[in-house]
């Protein structure tokens, strides 16, 4: 198979009951703010340049975010906050992402999430996590052959990650890596390796109390940049 099929193969996928309800639910009950617009209502693909450089690895699809508009980290203040990152270094074509016909084109980088479907609470359980691991594996696999750097937002990612990368053949370094903001590591994978490198999650949480500074994720940013030659 290859990424497209990928795409819409998990498009359909229901193996998460809870998930599965809530993604739907919302999307019929919707925020007030945005009643007017269908809501996507399932699970989110991997979605950028299908041969990137830089593969950037989120949590989950936030339930009004990307469950509403279909595209991961867009319509919701953390794909602000990211994207305006990505536009400063020349790694997306415009600073906003508002829905998913709105023109933006990511250069050299993709993007996925450890999780498909928008959690309650953005907290998939561990059953759900696993769950959903085959498709994240699957897409890691297709993109590796390219892939130089490897930016994880969050904790969650960056476990899910360093997983699958040794499901996949990777050598994990010893001692295991630990997430920290701007921590990085190198992987040897088969045909090659790749670099990991952590990042605080653009959540609000984080950019409101000034946990995650605009200068500290352009340089994660910059860094992945540089690694992947671009
Ligand atoms: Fe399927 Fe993943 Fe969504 Fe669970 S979270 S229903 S495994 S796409």
């Known amino acids: 198979d290859d990424l497209a099929e990928l795409t819409a193969r998990v498009s359909v996928c229901r193996a998460c009951p809870r998930l599965v309800g809530w993604r739907e639910d919302v999307a019929v009950s919707k925020r007030k703010s945005f009643a007017d617009q269908p809501y996507w209502g399932r699970p989110i693909a991997g979605w950028g340049a299908p041969d990137p450089r830089i593969l950037i690895v989120g949590l989950a699809p936030a339930v009004h975010g990307g469950n509403r508009t279909g595209r991961v980290f867009t319509g919701d203040r953390s794909g602000d906050w990211l994207f305006a990152s990505l536009h400063r ?6 600073p906003t992402s508002v829905h998913a016909g709105d023109g933006l084109r990511l ?13 309650p609470a953005n907290k998939p359980s561990p059953d759900e996590r696993d769950t959903c691991n085959p498709w994240f594996r699957r897409e890691l696999e297709l993109v590796l052959p390219t892939t130089r750097a490897i930016v994880c937002l969050g904790k969650f990612g960056f476990d899910v990650l360093l997983n699958a990368l040794q499901e996949i053949g990777g050598t994990l370094p010893r001692p295991r890596p630990k997430f920290g903001h701007a921590a990085e590591y190198v992987v040897p994978v088969p045909g090659g390796e790749v670099t990991v490198i952590g990042s605080f999650h653009p959540s609000q949480q984080n950019t409101f109390t000034g946990k995650l500074t605009e200068p500290m994720q352009d340089a994660v940013l910059a860094r992945a940049k540089t690694l992947a030659g671009l």
Not at 107 to 119: E, L, N, T
């Open 89 to 94: 270094l020349g790694l997306a074509n415009q």
């Open 107 to 119: 250069i050299g980088a993709r993007m996925i999430a450890a999780v498909r479907c928008a959690p």
